[in-house]
Nanobody
Framework: VQLQASGGGLVQAGGSLRLSCTASGRTFGSYSYAMGWFRQAPGKEREFVAAISRGGGSTHYADSVKGRFTISGDNAKNTVTLQMNSLKPEDTAVYYC?????????????????WGQGTQVTVSS
């Protein structure tokens, strides 16, 4: 499975961005995998942002993004998106999408088997 993340960029505080992660290869539809988004700021560890369960039945968010970010999946397009609203400077990071073949969902990096290359999100104050 190969994951391609896109949609990052520069935005002012309070603005919005939409990240997409498209899976290719042995996918059987994105709902065959649990999918997640993580982010990593300079000098910090990679942290969990959001996840959608295998089958798309549940979503999970870090407390820092609840109410502002929404994760969703399009099984027909093998795509998972992260809609980010009310962005803050502290949301600045490289964002990574990930897929898990075994877990229903996961909120830690160890729970994921496949990773995309990352896309930069910069929020200016």
């Amino acid at each position: 499975v190969q994951l391609q993340a896109s949609g990052g960029g520069l935005v002012q505080a309070g603005g919005s961005l939409r990240l997409s992660c498209t899976a290719s290869g042995r996918t059987f539809g994105s709902y065959s995998y649990a999918m997640g988004w993580f982010r990593q700021a300079p000098g910090k560890e990679r942290e969990f942002v959001a996840a959608i369960s295998r089958g798309g039945g549940s979503t999970h968010y870090a407390d820092s993004v609840k109410g502002r970010f929404t994760i969703s999946g399009d099984n027909a397009k093998n795509t998972v998106t992260l809609q980010m609203n009310s962005l803050k400077p502290e949301d600045t990071a490289v964002y990574y999408c990930a897929a898990s073949a075994l877990r229903l969902y996961a909120t830690t990096t160890r729970g994921y088997d496949y990773w995309g290359q990352g896309t930069q999100v910069t929020v200016s104050s």
